[in-house]
């Protein structure tokens, strides 16, 4: 068979060699379906907004931002108001992180610079095991087993202690807000662990020396290279965290309970968002009562979208407060 | 500071054999010698850092005015504080200039803002960097250009008045004119510090240093010293032969 053209070299001047070679090296079809990829993306986020949108178009007509702010949910005699679910969801999310991020970074620390190697990777993986334990398991554990052997004892001695203190007030509950951040702490504390220890084991060697070689002890290069050094990509594990305890919705059912409760005590059952569309979507049998658990659907995108924003935005802060510039 | 009999060990292999070396007061002293010959551990086992490679061990001594530094009652913080290093690459913090030679006064628990203005003012300008950064002291280190940086980690160094300064081939990632800039500082420096350079450059050697011990592997491939002595007798007069053909470039 005879080859078109005579050179090799010589086609790859011309027109059609350079679109072959182009065509050859895979660039245009790879550009294309990474790109694809990429607006892929988007499209899914705006589309599931917008559906969200038009399909809460009868509640939000009818109460306006009154749904945001009103507390009574009666489907019977149709009334939505959604703010003890808003509260519901952020306060046992905060408080979640409150705990886990000091766990999560300690383990980390240890796991990262003190842990001895045998034991590094035994102990990764089973902080990993615990990312993949499913969460209706932790529901099941929290209800069976953690709210009568550690929850229930520790609220009663908050109460007994701080019972001046408004979030301490009784009667003291098992399921409650308290059971229900434990239990999320618990279900974020790997994420943010496993981040955490990689975004450490990233840091250049020449930075630990350079502290170790002014005379730093092992805890002046973690407390001031380290974790400084690694706060963005903390920042990034903890969005993580937060996105999952924000959306977690079956463990949080079986331990919260499911009591739209506006008193301020962490000891009493709370209700969040994603518990109440779990709870509730079944029996909603009218159109309204249906737009209004879509509508909180989309307070919780909304909520959800803002937190990753802004927690964005810090991590971007930091980052170029840090590296001036040039890196 | 006089190494004694110091042998080093990663493993079961010895990587440096026996070296004895004296770094007397206010003098440069220089260690050359081929890629692999061990100067970098050495410099290393000068300051305990080389207590982070795994499964190493030595045996010798290192004696800072006279007192071993690898003794049972030696903090071996303080070490590090009395000798201080300077790496191959340019590794300031990312932090501001001012934070980066603020770091080592910082951790003894220095916080009165007069006395860390006057410590980052002096050694600046004992790195010869302040008249370039003095009007930018809170933009960060990373934005120095490479020799800029290597002063700063000089100035980060002597911030902490060490007694040694070892430096790890200083000047190897640097452009020339970076590099004489260095050379000069390094002259400067030795009014007040000890100096030990490890560095793969003769005419560096030649240019800056006192006394130069040349290191070489001997058949076992483990590191050992050749000679040591004066710069000038060791370029102009080597007693041995390893030593010739190396500074006369005939391997290596």
Same mark, same amino acid.
């Given at each position: 068979?005879?080859?078109?053209? $005579?050179s090799?070299?010589?086609?790859?001047?011309?027109?059609?060699g350079r679109?072959?070679?182009?065509?050859?090296h895979?660039?245009l079809?790879?550009?294309?379906?990474i790109?694809?990829? #990429?607006?892929?993306?988007l499209?899914?986020?705006?589309?599931i907004?917008? =559906?969200?949108?038009a399909?809460?178009?009868?509640?939000?007509?009818?109460?306006?931002?009154?749904?945001?702010?009103t @507390?009574?949910?009666?489907?019977?005699?149709q009334?939505?108001?959604?703010?003890?679910?808003i509260?519901?969801?952020?306060e046992?999310?905060?408080?979640?992180?409150i705990?886990?991020?000091?766990? #999560?970074?300690g383990?980390?620390?240890?796991?990262?610079?003190l842990?001895?190697?045998w034991?590094?990777?035994?102990?990764?993986?089973?902080?990993e095991?615990?990312?993949?334990? $499913?969460?209706?398991?932790?529901?099941?554990?929290?209800?069976?087993?953690?709210i009568?052997?550690?929850v229930?004892?520790?609220?009663?001695?908050?109460?007994?202690?701080?019972?001046?203190?408004?979030l301490?007030?009784? $009667?003291?509950?098992?399921?409650?807000?308290?059971?229900?951040?434990?239990?999320l702490a618990i279900?974020?504390?790997?994420? +943010?662990?496993?981040?955490?220890? %990689?975004?450490?084991?990233?840091?250049?060697?020449t930075?630990?020396?350079?502290?170790?070689?002014?005379?730093?002890?092992?805890?002046e290069?973690?407390?001031?290279?380290?974790?400084?050094?690694?706060l963005? #990509?903390?920042? *990034?594990?903890?969005?993580?965290?937060?996105?999952?305890?924000? #959306?977690?919705?079956i463990?949080?059912?079986?331990?919260?309970g499911?009591?739209? %409760?506006?008193?301020?005590?962490?000891?009493?059952?709370?209700?969040?968002?994603?518990?109440?569309?779990?709870?509730?979507? @079944? =029996?909603?049998?009218?159109?309204t009562?249906?737009?209004?658990?879509?509508?909180?659907?989309?307070v919780?995108?909304?909520?959800?979208?803002?937190?990753?924003?802004?927690?964005?935005?810090?991590?971007?802060?930091v980052?170029?407060?840090?590296?001036?510039?040039?890196? | 500071?006089q190494?004694?009999?110091?042998n080093?060990?990663?493993?079961?292999?010895?990587? +440096?054999?026996d070296?004895n070396?004296?770094?007397?007061?206010?003098?440069?002293?220089?260690? +050359?010698g081929?890629?692999?010959?061990?100067k970098?551990?050495?410099?290393?086992t000068?300051?305990?850092?080389? %207590?982070?490679?795994?499964?190493?061990?030595?045996?010798?001594e290192?004696?800072?005015?006279?007192?071993?530094?690898?003794?049972?009652?030696?903090?071996?913080?303080?070490?590090r504080?009395?000798?201080?290093?300077?790496?191959?690459?340019p590794?300031?913090?990312?932090?501001?200039?001012?934070?980066?030679?603020?770091f080592?006064?910082?951790?003894?628990?220095i916080?009165?803002?007069?006395?860390?203005? *006057?410590?980052?003012?002096?050694?600046?300008?004992?790195?010869?960097?302040?008249?370039e950064?003095? %009007?930018?002291l809170?933009?960060s280190?990373?934005?120095?250009?490479g020799?800029?940086?290597?002063?700063l980690?000089?100035?980060?160094?002597?911030?902490?008045?060490?007694?040694?300064i070892?430096?790890?081939?200083?000047? @190897?990632?640097?452009d020339?004119?970076a590099?004489?800039?260095?050379?000069?500082l390094?002259? =400067?420096?030795?009014?007040?510090?000890?100096?030990v350079?490890?560095t793969?450059?003769?005419?560096q050697a030649?240019?800056?240093?006192?006394?130069?011990?040349?290191?070489?592997?001997? @058949?076992?491939?483990? *590191?050992?010293?050749?000679?040591v002595?004066?710069?000038?007798?060791?370029?102009?007069?080597?007693?041995?032969?390893?030593?010739?053909d190396?500074?006369?470039?005939?391997?290596?």
């Amino acid at each position: 068979m005879q080859s078109p053209r $005579p050179s090799g070299l010589k086609s790859l001047g011309s027109t059609t060699g350079r679109f072959r070679r182009w065509w050859n090296h895979g660039d245009l079809p790879f550009r294309a379906a990474i790109a694809l990829a #990429g607006i892929l993306v988007l499209v899914i986020v705006l589309a599931i907004g917008r =559906e969200l949108w038009a399909h809460s178009i009868l509640p939000r007509e009818k109460f306006g931002l009154a749904f945001l702010t009103t @507390s009574t949910w009666d489907p019977v005699r149709q009334q939505f108001g959604a703010l003890p679910f808003i509260i519901g969801t952020i306060e046992t999310s905060v408080l979640a992180l409150i705990m886990a991020i000091p766990a #999560g970074i300690g383990v980390a620390i240890f796991l990262a610079e003190l842990a001895p190697d045998w034991l590094r990777a035994p102990l990764g993986t089973l902080i990993e095991l615990l990312a993949a334990v $499913p969460s209706v398991v932790f529901g099941l554990w929290g209800l069976f087993v953690f709210i009568p052997d550690v929850v229930k004892p520790l609220g009663n001695t908050l109460h007994s202690a701080f019972s001046f203190v408004p979030l301490f007030d009784g $009667p003291v509950y098992g399921p409650s807000r308290l059971a229900a951040s434990m239990i999320l702490a618990i279900m974020i504390l790997p994420t +943010i662990t496993a981040v955490t220890r %990689d975004v450490f084991l990233a840091l250049p060697r020449t930075q630990s020396e350079a502290a170790f070689a002014l005379g730093a002890t092992r805890w002046e290069m973690i407390a001031r290279v380290l974790v400084p050094q690694s706060l963005s #990509g903390i920042l *990034g594990a903890v969005i993580l965290g937060l996105g999952r305890a924000l #959306g977690e919705t079956i463990a949080v059912t079986m331990v919260i309970g499911n009591n739209p %409760d506006l008193s301020a005590s962490l000891l009493h059952p709370g209700y969040t968002m994603a518990s109440l569309i779990a709870n509730e979507f @079944s =029996e909603a049998t009218n159109e309204t009562y249906v737009q209004a658990l879509i509508e909180i659907g989309l307070v919780l995108f909304v909520i959800t979208l803002l937190l990753n924003m802004i927690a964005r935005l810090l991590v971007w802060r930091v980052a170029r407060r840090f590296t001036g510039g040039t890196a | 500071m006089q190494v004694r009999g110091l042998n080093f060990y990663y493993g079961n292999v010895r990587a +440096i054999t026996d070296v004895n070396l004296d770094v007397p007061e206010h003098r440069i002293v220089a260690i +050359i010698g081929p890629s692999g010959c061990g100067k970098s551990t050495l410099l290393r086992t000068l300051n305990r850092m080389s %207590d982070f490679v795994r499964r190493s061990r030595m045996d010798g001594e290192v004696l800072l005015d006279g007192e071993n530094i690898y003794g049972t009652t030696v903090d071996v913080v303080d070490v590090r504080r009395r000798v201080g290093m300077v790496f191959q690459r340019p590794n300031p913090f990312p932090k501001s200039i001012y934070e980066n030679v603020a770091f080592g006064p910082r951790m003894l628990g220095i916080r009165n803002r007069g006395d860390l203005d *006057g410590i980052v003012e002096r050694s600046l300008r004992g790195a010869a960097l302040w008249n370039e950064v003095c %009007d930018k002291l809170k933009e960060s280190g990373l934005a120095l250009s490479g020799g800029q940086q290597q002063r700063l980690c000089i100035a980060r160094a002597i911030a902490m008045e060490p007694e040694v300064i070892l430096m790890d081939e200083p000047a @190897s990632a640097l452009d020339p004119v970076a590099t004489s800039k260095i050379e000069d500082l390094m002259r =400067e420096l030795r009014e007040s510090y000890s100096i030990v350079i490890v560095t793969h450059n003769m005419q560096q050697a030649m240019r800056i240093s006192d006394d130069t011990a040349f290191m070489n592997v001997n @058949s076992q491939r483990s *590191g050992h010293i050749v000679e040591v002595g004066p710069t000038k007798r060791i370029f102009t007069d080597p007693q041995q032969k390893e030593t010739e053909d190396y500074i006369t470039g005939r391997f290596g």
